[in-house]
């Protein structure tokens, strides 16, 4: 196992489960300490109990709602206070509501902005001064394929997933002569509870469950890559295979494709 992360910060947004907790758990094995947030201070108490007894490294914890951005200041004004400095951010909270365009509600597609976009920015322009200071440093977005392949009753889930890759391409340039990598990670379907909310009627997870993605496999692929100048993780492969296509195919892909992606 690497020793790269023995002894770094790592800050994980949404990490009082799925893959946010799995990647704590993964983190903390390799050494690192650990600031995590979540809405569910009780879970991440149970976390940080738990990691904190099994590795013996730091677990700070914090009750944070990305989507409010006087909270994400407040919150992590305090957590900057107390570090000397921060190697990684994984931003990883974010939600989803899978309804037709004519049926979204605008209360969702505000919330899912306000957590999956501005939430993401708010925290990332936290720790952007402290990273470009001390000279490194690392920024995971967690992105979805969604943010490559647009489907049917996903248009404001997917359209938030777009606006994350467009942010993440961007700090990536700005950040390279500061030594900063930054990193997108998009998955596609993951064994968690993000469809409890995303999928009410438990059609698409009937349809998809076969494919999906398993919270640890997905977190140690991200930890793996923590530190290394890695510009995307793109799981499963196939699946992205089909974004590269729908790329340079877009019109035949979408018809193909169109059976298919109805199954939400």
């Known amino acids: 196992m690497s020793d790269r ?31 995590l947030l979540a809405r569910s201070y009780e879970k991440l108490l149970s976390l ?38 921060v190697d990684v951010l994984v931003n990883n909270a974010g939600y989803g509501v899978f309804r037709e365009a004519h049926e979204a509600k605008i209360d969702d597609m505000k919330g899912m902005f306000a957590v999956n976009v501005v939430g ?9 001064p402290v990273m470009r200071q001390q000279g490194s440093g690392h920024i995971i977005n967690i992105a979805s394929q969604a943010g490559k392949i647009a489907t049917p009753k ?31 990670v998009n998955p596609g379907p993951i064994e968690t509870n993000f469809f409890t909310i995303a999928d009410e009627k438990g059609t698409y997870v009937k349809n998809v469950k076969r494919f999906m993605l ?21 799981l499963p492969g196939w699946m992205n295979a089909g974004s590269i296509v729908y790329t340079l195919f877009p019109r035949l892909f979408e018809r193909l494709g169109r059976r298919m992606f109805n199954q939400k």
């Open 120 to 128: 993401l920015m708010a925290c990332t322009s936290m720790v952007l």
């Open 48 to 85: 940080k109990t738990d990691l904190e007894s099994r590795f013996h490294v730091k677990v700070d914890i914090h009750k944070l709602d990305v989507s409010s951005t006087d909270e994400v200041q407040a919150v992590f004004s305090k957590v900057l206070e107390q570090l000397d400095r």
């Open 214 to 234: 398993k919270p640890e496999y997905v977190a140690k692929k991200v930890v793996d890559t923590m530190l290394t100048p890695t510009r995307e993780i793109n």
């Open 5 to 35: 992360l023995k002894n770094k910060t790592i800050i994980i947004t949404g990490a009082s489960a799925g893959i946010g907790a799995s990647m704590a758990s993964l983190c903390a094995e390799r050494g690192a300490n650990l600031v």
């Open 154 to 184: 996903s248009s404001v889930y997917s359209a938030t997933k777009h606006a994350v890759l467009g942010y993440t391409n961007s700090l990536r340039m700005e950040l390279s002569s500061h030594r900063v990598f930054v990193t997108a």
